[in-house]
């Protein structure tokens, strides 16, 4: 249940709370004064506090300032009748988490209240990085066992006693943003705040001001000064998730910050001084993106000052049981109930299963096995029928010998059709395909592998498409101006009369 305190004196502000936020899991409690709010703090232990400014007794500003001197981390909201741009600059300046006008815009008012209320659970939640978790008290772990984790660890408690910059890197599902959490929470800055942002949710033009605030009047529907992330979180660590999604103009503003500490408001002409330790991550290749020159390469030298790497799930397969162990404990807690026990049949094919999800993907299978789970015990049936279909290569397992073809057999032609399961791949699979491919051009002098290659997989995907050539592009990842080409070129256009 999320805990509100809200401190004003105006019983009909407190009365439009009740019903705005009159819910199961939502407990508000009202203070009239600041020093009623200062007392009630420490039994109520709230997870976010909004405070008038203007109140009878202390100002909600004072106020502000001696609560960041009991609880740095507690987020608060501060609202106003009377917004002036010199109160938004001391309220952000004591720490507050954001600054709302009155009267609300609900749905506004909604969404900062449940922005900030993530922020605070992050904050409070610790995350562990040690092989075994030793205590039930932790809720989020990065947990593992395999050398690929036992690096990762060490370079967590590195960038924990320091304050440089880092660049996570590693497949969606991987953990990234634990390690984040991690690094913070083992920091100089636990006590401050900690936000994180993910840039490729948040649309293009909206992002700019979500990280650096805008001011009134700076674009169409910006009716109010904004206070930004930055600002929000200064003195503490922001997490810029998905970085490599960021647009150019953008990109120049954070190397801004991380060059002087300061950057202007959108529409601003008066610099903003903030100290953040920034902790970027992606999925994507920076190193190419960088060579296509869509992400700034000064960015990128500033980001990557330490690395850490995430190996996929697939290549760390001795963790597995530790982490199916991991989340059944964690959901049992969750629950109040005791553990389900796993069928070592299960276990073998999860161990054998390539994981594209990662470790997200392992924990939505638990969560869903324990809630299909007749008994005690999770066994095959309870979990999902990909799992065991999945053909997998283990990326440590020895290399397939190529299987000889005849001579006007071809590697390409065997790929399943339309009827036939999905065949997803290993990496080890693609090694296979390409020794059975150069088994195949050693017989044929004459045969050029990409060429032939290419225009048997738009054969493939113009017949699985039924010659749909928006529909096989999008399958080939191309585009239909590339694919139109292709078709010519390769003289495919007659052999299947598409159109």
């Known amino acids: 249940m999320d805990k509100l305190l809200l401190v004003d004196d105006e019983k009909d502000v407190q009365y439009s709370f009740r019903r705005i936020f009159s819910s199961p899991d939502v407990e508000l409690t ?17 997870d976010l506090v909004l405070m008038d400014v203007r109140m009878g007794g202390i100002t909600g500003l004072e106020t502000l300032r001696r609560l960041r001197q009991l609880d740095s981390k507690l987020p608060v909201i501060m ?32 969404e900062v209240v449940f922005a900030a209320l993530k922020a605070a659970h992050d904050m409070q939640q610790v995350v562990s ?43 969606s599902g991987t953990g990234k943003e634990l390690v984040a959490r991690a690094i913070y929470h083992h920091s100089l800055r636990s006590t401050k705040p900690f936000l994180a942002i993910n840039c490729a949710a ?27 992330k930055f600002e929000q979180c200064n003195g503490g660590t922001i997490f810029l998730d998905e970085i490599g999604d960021m647009s150019l103009p953008t990109q120049t503003k954070i190397l801004r910050v991380l060059q002087n500490g300061s950057f202007e408001r959108v529409g601003g002409n008066s610099p903003v001084k903030v ?62 109930q005791l553990p389900k026990s796993i069928s070592s049949e299960v276990i073998t094919e999860f161990e054998s299963y390539h994981w594209p999800g990662n470790v997200r993907e392992l924990e939505n299978v638990i969560q869903r096995s324990i809630v299909i789970a007749k008994g005690d015990a999770i066994l095959k049936g309870d979990i999902p029928s990909e799992i065991c279909t999945g053909r997998v290569v283990p990326t440590n ?33 693609l090694v296979s395909m390409a020794g059975l491919l150069f088994q195949w051009a050693r017989k044929d002098s004459k045969l050029k592998i ?50």
């Open 129 to 171: 990085y040690q092989p075994l978790l030793e205590s039930e008290d932790y809720e989020v772990g990065v947990v593992g066992r395999s050398e690929t984790m036992q690096r990762v660890f060490k370079l967590i408690g590195q960038l924990a006693a320091s304050d440089a910059t880092a660049l996570i890197t590693g497949e």
């Open 30 to 46: 009202t203070a009239d004064s600041g020093e009623e709010a200062l007392k009630l703090i420490p039994k109520v232990k709230p």
């Open 79 to 110: 609202m106003t009748a009377y917004g002036t741009t010199q109160t938004a600059i001391e309220a952000m300046k004591y720490g507050a988490y954001d600054y709302l006008l009155k009267p609300f815009d609900v749905p506004k008012l909604k």
């Open 202 to 228: 948040i649309p293009e033009n909206l992002l700019e001001s979500e990280l650096f605030g805008h001011e009134k009047g700076a674009f169409t529907g910006a009716t109010a000064q904004r206070i930004g």
């Open 275 to 336: 100290d953040v330790r920034v902790i970027a991550a992606t999925n994507k290749p920076l190193e190419k993106a960088v060579a296509a020159r869509e992400f700034r390469e000064d960015l990128f030298y500033r980001l990557n000052v330490v690395r850490i790497q995430i190996p996929a799930l697939r290549e760390r397969r001795d963790d597995i049981r530790l982490l199916v162990n991991y989340f059944l404990q964690k959901f049992a807690r969750s629950q109040k």
């Open 450 to 499: 990409i060429p032939t290659v290419e225009r048997e997989l738009i054969i493939h995907a113009l017949a699985e498409t039924k010659g749909n050539q928006v529909q096989a592009a999008k399958l080939l990842g191309i585009t239909r101006a590339t694919l139109r080409k292709r078709v010519d070129k390769f003289g495919i256009k007659q052999l299947l009369s598409i159109t």
């Open 397 to 429: 397992a020895a290399p397939v010998a190529p299987v000889p073809l005849s001579e006007s057999e071809s590697p390409v032609s065997s790929i399943p059709s339309s009827g036939s399961s999905p065949i997803p791949l290993a990496p080890s699979d």
